[in-house]
T-cell receptor, first 111, second 113 residues
Framework: EDQVTQSPEALRLQEGESSSLNCSYT??????LFWYRQDPGKGPEFLFT???AGEEKEKERLKATLTKKESFLHITAPKPEDSATYLC????????????FGTGTLLAVQP | DGGITQSPKYLFRKEGQNVTLSCEQN?????MYWYRQDPGQGLRLIYY???????QKGDIAEGYSVSREKKESFPLTVTSAQKNPTAFYLC????????????FGSGTRLTVV
């Protein structure tokens, strides 16, 4: 069964303190891995898509990487406005054509 | 600009009442989805539709109903049979094969009063 596990559940950082969020997945035939950012009371906002192991993508202070078993979302020198829940999702190669979501990591960046 | 619109943003339901949440997209996406989000539980799939006039139950379909009469629209009805409807509801859409991921609406917060 396809599965996505995100860790940690919650992370508190000081402004400027770099860290990484983890997304581990078990899926047959990965067709894509997706990172979203969700602010309280709003819908998830697309950040990145990764399609193959070794791929990396960057956007401002965020960098997403992908291996055959997991993805990392690296946050460099975070600012308070980076505080949000970060969701990971995968699209597998089986018959199902739906994304499988993790439960998210709640990030709080304190000034 | 293309996007996906959910309305209303806030909705209050009395006990025993049915309510309908609207979801409209102008992205020309074939597939549409409804999720429920509760604190600490992540996204749970209620219903999804990959083509007009066809839809499938997700993981928590009991107490909900949907229709897909137009490609652009996928309304969700929360019926009186749903015993714990207070939650944040998200609608999403995608290409038939979602290799570009989903586009989400801004959500509807439903509260039972």
């Amino acid at each position: 069964e396809d599965q996505v596990t995100q860790s940690p559940e919650a992370l508190r950082l000081q402004e400027g303190e770099s860290s990484s969020l983890n997304c581990s997945y078990t899926v047959s035939g990965l067709r894509g891995l997706f990172w979203y950012r969700q602010d309280p009371g709003k819908g998830p906002e697309f950040l990145f898509t990764l399609y193959s192991a070794g791929e990396e993508k960057e956007k401002e202070r965020l960098k997403a990487t992908l291996t055959k078993k997991e993805s990392f979302l690296h946050i460099t020198a975070p600012k308070p406005e980076d505080s949000a829940t970060y969701l990971c999702a995968v699209l597998g190669g089986g018959a199902t054509n739906k994304l499988i979501f993790g439960t998210g990591t709640l990030l709080a960046v304190q000034p | 600009d293309g996007g996906i619109t959910q309305s209303p943003k806030y909705l209050f339901r009395k006990e025993g009442q049915n309510v309908t949440l609207s979801c409209e997209q102008n992205l020309n996406h074939d597939a549409m989805y409804w999720y429920r989000q509760d604190p600490g539980q992540g996204l749970r799939l209620i219903y999804y539709s990959q083509i007009v006039n066809d839809f499938q139950k997700g993981d928590i379909a009991e107490g909900y109903s949907v229709s897909r009469e137009k490609k652009e629209s996928f309304p969700l009805t929360v019926t009186s049979a749903q015993k714990n409807p207070t939650a944040f509801y998200l609608c999403a859409s995608s290409l038939d094969s979602p290799w570009e991921g989903y586009t989400f609406g801004s959500g509807t917060r439903l509260t039972v009063v």
